[in-house]
C-alpha cells in the first residue's frame, strides 16, 4: 500500500486523545504480552494500556516524568511499571515478537540470517552514569550500538561509553544476539569495523562473516553504500521519538528501554496499518 494523501487520511491519528496513543489495532499487538493480575493481594485497579500510552506519551514528547498530562496514569505508577517491565525483559520481548511479526509480513522468515552493524553517538546529561568522549565525532556521551536484520528491524542493541571504539563495543552486541537469533551470522559493516580484531574478538563464538562495506576512495560527495543505508534509516526511525534526542538517562538499562520503547512504537503503528493479525 502506497503511503499516499489517501493513506494519511485513511491512517490519522486526529480522533485520538493524543497522537501517541494506541489504537485498538495497535493494543491488540501488545496486550497478549502483558503480565496477568495477581492472584492474591489487592487487585489492580490501573489500567495497563492507559499505563502503556503514558510511556509511548512520554517517548514521543521527551517529558520529564512529573510532566505527564493529568489524564493519565500518575508519573509514580508509570515509573513503577517501566521500571519492571525494564527489568524483567518484557519491552525487550515485546520487540522481538513484533520483529518476527514484521518480517513475515514482508513474507521472509521470521528469524533473520544477515544483519546490519552500526552505532549512533549521543550526548548526555548531567544525570550522570556511564560517560565517555568519541574524539571522532566529538560527541561526549554515550554510544549506541545496535544490529538491524536487512529491513532495517532491529534486533540487537547495546548502550556503552561513547569512548568505545565500533570494533570494541561490536562484540558485546553480537555475543547477545546468538541465543535470540541462532541463524543470524553474516553481519555487514562500515569500515569502523575492519581489521583482526574484532574477529579475534569473535572467533570463540561462532561462525561469524563480518562483510565490509567500504567507501569508494575515488567518490566525490554523498553515496548510498549498500547495506549500509540500511540501519542508518533505522536510526532516523527511532528519532522520531523525541526521547532519544540525548541520553537523558543515568542507567544503561533505561536508556536501552527507552530505544525499545521507540521500536516497539515503529513495529507497531506498521503492523497495524497493514492490519496484520498474530
Known amino acids: 500500500m502506497p503511503w499516499d494523501d489517501t ?3 485513511d491512517h490519522a491519528r486526529r480522533a485520538e486523545r493524543y497522537a501517541s496513543d494506541l489504537t485498538e489495532r495497535e493494543w491488540s499487538l501488545i496486550a497478549p504480552f502483558l503480565p496477568p493480575p495477581r492472584r492474591q493481594g489487592r487487585p489492580r485497579t490501573t489500567d495497563l494500556r492507559e499505563v502503556m500510552n503514558a510511556i509511548l506519551y512520554m517517548a514521543s514528547a ?5 510532566m ?4 493519565l496514569p500518575p508519573p509514580s505508577t508509570v515509573q513503577r511499571y517501566f521500571y519492571d517491565w525494564r527489568d524483567s525483559g518484557l519491552l525487550r520481548t515485546i520487540s522481538n515478537h513484533l520483529v518476527m511479526a514484521g518480517r513475515e509480513l514482508e513474507g521472509r522468515e521470521a528469524s533473520p540470517t544477515a544483519g546490519v552493524i552500526d552505532s549512533q553517538s549521543v550526548k548526555t546529561t548531567e544525570s550522570g552514569g556511564v560517560c565517555g568522549f568519541d574524539a571522532g565525532k566529538k560527541v561526549k556521551g554515550r554510544k549506541r550500538h545496535i544490529v538491524t536484520d536487512t529491513l532495517g528491524l532491529m534486533v540487537g542493541l547495546v548502550v ?3 569512548d568505545v571504539q565500533d570494533r570494541d563495543g561490536a562484540p558485546e552486541v553480537l555475543k547477545s544476539i546468538r541465543a535470540r537469533w541462532p541463524w543470524l551470522r553474516h553481519v555487514f559493516a562500515d569500515g569502523g569495523y575492519a581489521g583482526p580484531k574484532l574477529k579475534d574478538a569473535m572467533s570463540g563464538c561462532g561462525d561469524w562473516t563480518i562483510e565490509i562495506i567500504k567507501r569508494s576512495d575515488s567518490a566525490k560527495g554523498f553515496e548510498v553504500l549498500p547495506r549500509r543505508w540500511v540501519v542508518e534509516r533505522t536510526f532516523a526511525w527511532l528519532g522520531r521519538s523525541r526521547r532519544l534526542a540525548k541520553d537523558w538517562e543515568k542507567s544503561i538499562a533505561s536508556a536501552e528501554a527507552w530505544i525499545l520503547v521507540a521500536h516497539i512504537r515503529l513495529l507497531t503503528r506498521r503492523l497495524a496499518r497493514y492490519c496484520y493479525v498474530s
Open 160 to 162: 556503552q561509553g561513547a
Open 68 to 71: 505527564l498530562p493529568k489524564d
Open 62 to 66: 521527551g517529558c520529564q516524568w512529573r
Open 7 to 9: 493513506a494519511r487520511r
